[in-house]
C-alpha cells in the first residue's frame, strides 16, 4: 500500500480505489507464476487508458491549433501517443519500479522495456479516469503531453511518421511500404488529398492533408498507431 500511495503523490492523484491502480500495475506475467492471487491484470485498462488518451490528446490538439488540418493534427497526435513517447511518460515518474512482473519478464528487463512501459502508463491512465472521471485525468495528460509537444514541434519530430513506419515495415515484412492518392477535392488553390499506405496488398493506413505530403504523413502515423499495437516480434 506504501507503493501504491507514493506512487499516487508522483502521478498527483489522491485515489478513492487502489485496488484500480494495483491492478494498472499487474503484468499478466505476475499472475502466470501467482496463480492464487485475486488480482486482475492490467490489459482491460490499457484497453480503456489507450482510448481516453487519445481522446484527451485529440481534443487538446483540436483547440491548441485551430490552423492545423486534419492531416497536420493526426501526425501531431500520433507523435504524442505512440509507444516511446508514453514510454517516456512513464520513465517520468519511474513507473517501472512499481510494477509487478513474474520473474522471466523481470529477468530480460521488462521495468524498462518500451512496450510494457507504454501499456502500464495507458493501464494507469485508464485506472485513474475510472476511479476521478475525465475531468480530473484531463490535466494530467495534458500536464505530460505539453512539454513533450513543444519539443515535437521544435524538432518537426512529427514528420518522421513515413521513415519511421519504413523502418517497421522492412523489419517486420522486409517490404517497404506505398503510398497512393485515392481522392483529391477542393479548388486547385486549396486542395485536400486524400493518400492510402499499403504494404504489399495490405492497407495500413489513410491520411489526409492540403498537400499530397502532409496527407501521407497522416497516413503513415495512423499505420504507425496500428503497428505499434502488435505483438513484438519476440512474443509471437
Not at 38 to 50: C, T
Not at 58 to 80: F, H, I, Q, S
Not at 113 to 133: H, K, Q, S
Not at 174 to 197: C, L, M, Q, W
Request: glycine share 8%; net charge negative.
Amino acid at each position: 500500500m506504501d507503493d501504491l500511495l507514493e506512487l499516487g503523490e508522483r502521478l498527483g492523484v489522491e485515489f478513492g480505489d487502489f485496488s484500480l491502480l494495483a491492478r494498472a500495475l499487474t503484468h499478466r506475467s505476475y499472475l502466470n507464476e501467482n496463480a492464487g492471487s485475486s488480482l486482475e491484470d492490467n490489459e482491460r485498462l490499457e484497453f480503456l487508458g489507450d482510448a481516453v488518451i487519445d481522446f484527451i490528446v485529440a481534443g487538446y490538439l483540436y483547440n491548441r491549433y485551430p490552423e492545423l488540418d486534419e492531416g497536420e493534427l493526426t501526425a501531431l497526435r500520433a507523435a504524442l501517443v505512440r509507444a516511446e513517447t508514453l514510454a517516456q511518460f512513464a520513465r517520468a515518474v519511474d513507473l517501472g519500479r512499481y510494477l509487478r512482473l513474474g520473474y522471466g519478464e523481470e529477468e530480460s528487463g521488462g521495468r524498462d522495456r518500451t512496450p510494457l512501459l507504454c501499456a502500464t502508463f495507458e493501464a494507469v491512465i485508464g485506472a485513474i479516469y475510472l476511479d476521478r472521471g475525465l475531468e480530473r485525468t484531463r490535466p494530467i495528460v495534458e500536464g505530460y503531453v505539453k512539454p513533450m509537444l513543444e519539443l515535437i514541434r521544435a524538432g518537426d519530430l512529427q514528420k518522421d511518421a513515413k521513415s519511421e513506419f519504413q523502418v517497421w515495415a522492412q523489419a517486420r515484412f522486409n517490404a517497404t511500404p506505398y503510398y497512393r492518392v485515392i481522392d483529391s477535392e477542393g479548388p486547385d488553390h486549396a486542395k485536400t488529398f486524400t493518400v492510402r499506405v499499403l504494404v504489399g496488398n495490405e492497407d495500413w493506413g489513410e491520411g489526409r492533408g492540403r498537400s499530397k505530403q502532409a496527407a501521407a504523413q497522416a497516413a503513415a502515423a495512423e499505420a504507425l498507431a496500428r503497428a505499434e499495437s502488435l505483438p513484438d516480434m519476440e512474443d509471437l
